[in-house]
């Protein structure tokens, strides 16, 4: 069975700085991978998503991740963080088979965003 | 729809009650998902379905849990004798086709047992 650790439960950045929130995941195969965030009250909006090719994957909102089989990880960054992006992220991982696409989900991640 | 509907947004019950959630797809996405999301978690799954049938209901916790979707569009997620561990938010979310990872996420109903 698939799992997703997110070893960071919150971080605090000042805005303008540089953003990277951690990701591993644990798959026997090619994992599909993926990125939401959730803003209070919200529902989850996709980030972005590598299924294969190119490892550097770009997303909205300037968010970026890439992924590293050799480490099981699949870090997203941002060059520079602004106030909105203060919202709870999630990494997510897909079995990668036509059985249903299923997501398993990591505990998140909190970013505060200091003024 | 423009995008996946869920009510109530809120729901307050008592211990030992009967609570539907209720779930409105976007128009023509054949697949939907139901997800619990406990506080300070991520969400987990609980059942999927292609059309109108179950086609994996393996993560609902037990038999106090069920969800239906009749017609292929609308699905209720039932709850018997709701336990206070009950508590969280339930996530509903569907996507074009089976196979494919475009979920519509809705915003979920809190439901909060007491």
């Known amino acids: 069975a698939q799992s997703v650790t997110q070893p960071d439960i919150h971080i605090t950045v000042s805005e303008g700085a540089s953003l990277e929130l951690r990701c591993n995941y644990s798959?026997?195969?090619?994992?599909?991978l993926f990125w939401y965030v959730q803003s209070p009250g919200q529902g989850l909006q996709l980030l972005l998503k590598?299924?294969?090719?190119?490892?550097l994957v770009q997303g909205i909102k300037g968010f970026e991740a890439e992924f590293k089989r050799s480490q099981s990880s699949f870090n997203l960054r941002k060059p520079s963080v602004h106030w909105s992006d203060a919202a709870e992220y999630f990494c997510?991982?897909?079995?990668?088979?036509?059985?249903?696409?299923?997501?398993?989900f990591g505990g998140g991640t909190r970013l505060m965003v200091k003024p | 729809g423009a995008g996946v509907s869920q009510t109530p947004s809120n729901k307050v019950t008592e211990k030992g009650k009967y609570v539907e959630l209720r779930c409105d797809p976007i128009?023509?996405?054949?697949?939907l998902y139901w997800y619990r999301q406990s506080l300070g978690q991520g969400p987990e799954f609980l059942i999927y379905?292609?059309?109108?049938?179950?086609?994996?209901d393996s993560g609902l916790p037990n038999d106090r849990f069920f969800a239906v979707r009749p017609e292929g569009s609308v699905s209720t997620l039932k709850i018997q004798r709701t336990e206070r561990g009950d508590s969280a938010v339930y996530l509903c979310?569907?996507?074009?086709?089976?196979?494919?990872?475009?979920?519509?996420f809705g915003s979920g109903t809190r439901l909060t047992v007491v």
């Open positions: 379905f292609q059309g109108t049938g179950a086609a994996d």
């Open positions: 128009s023509g996405h054949t697949a």
């Open positions: 997510a991982v897909g079995a990668g088979n036509n059985a249903g696409n299923m997501l398993t």
């Open positions: 798959y026997g195969a090619t994992p599909y």
């Open positions: 590598y299924f294969s090719g190119d490892t």
């Open positions: 979310a569907s996507s074009p086709r089976q196979g494919n990872y475009g979920y519509t």
